[in-house]
């Protein structure tokens, strides 16, 4: 299923069966059937029919939003082997707690705003009438040490952009992960059909600036004063790739 899809439905317990795992992410296909007081064979058959559509998948025992985001791929750096794959739902904590320690205090906003949206949701995919969103992460022996974060705003006049986060635990820098979780990200973004991707850093982040600019971003505008941290106002470097 693309993000840029356009779901449409022609049961309404189908659509019930989405937007509860689309709410509650993945979640054993009886839980759902009970939550919806469904019939087994009414729920078996629309799930079924669900799954042949390519709207949701079924893995370790459970339903979960289907996207097709490739496979996993694997890496070898001169000091870690790691792999980059779509994330999946049981990667939630792993994947938030990864995002705030990569962080630090307040030098990525728009990536706190997404560890903290994730966090209190408790669901990573969304694909709904407002906005979809889709993570890869980069994995260390199972871990998540990275990721990258696209959001696309479910607007016609917004259909072709999609914002973006990356970053990478500070102990992981310097073996091409961010650069290969960057460029998983762009690519899968443009098989969407997206034109223009956006990411916006606090101007202190300097190093989060250099890079995305040594990777084809530019700075589109600079909005002064926009963010408060700790007590002083610093400017916000919005900045954007065409795909």
Sequence with gaps: MELTETLEFDHDDREDIYEYIESHGASRPKQVRKSLNMGERAFGHHAAILKRDGVLEEADGRLRIAFEAGTEEEFEA???????????EEDLTGLVGAIRQ?????????????????????VLLRHNELESRIFFVATVDGEVVGWVHLKHPESAKLAHTAELTVGV???????????????????????????????????????????????????????????????EYIDEVMMAREL
């Design 78 to 88: 001169e000091d870690v082997e790691f792999a980059i794959r779509q994330a999946r």
């Design 102 to 122: 990569a962080i630090g205090g307040g030098a990525y906003v728009d990536a706190e705003t997404v560890a903290d949206v994730v966090d209190s949701e408790g």
């Design 169 to 231: 635990l500070e102990e992981y820098r310097g073996n091409s992960i961010g650069s290969h979780l960057l460029e998983r990200g762009l690519e899968w973004g443009q098989s969407q059909g997206f034109e223009r991707i956006y990411n916006s850093i606090p101007s202190t982040n300097e190093d989060a600036i250099e890079f995305l600019e040594g990777r084809g971003w530019e700075v589109e505008a600079v909005r002064e004063g926009h963010y408060k941290l700790d007590g």
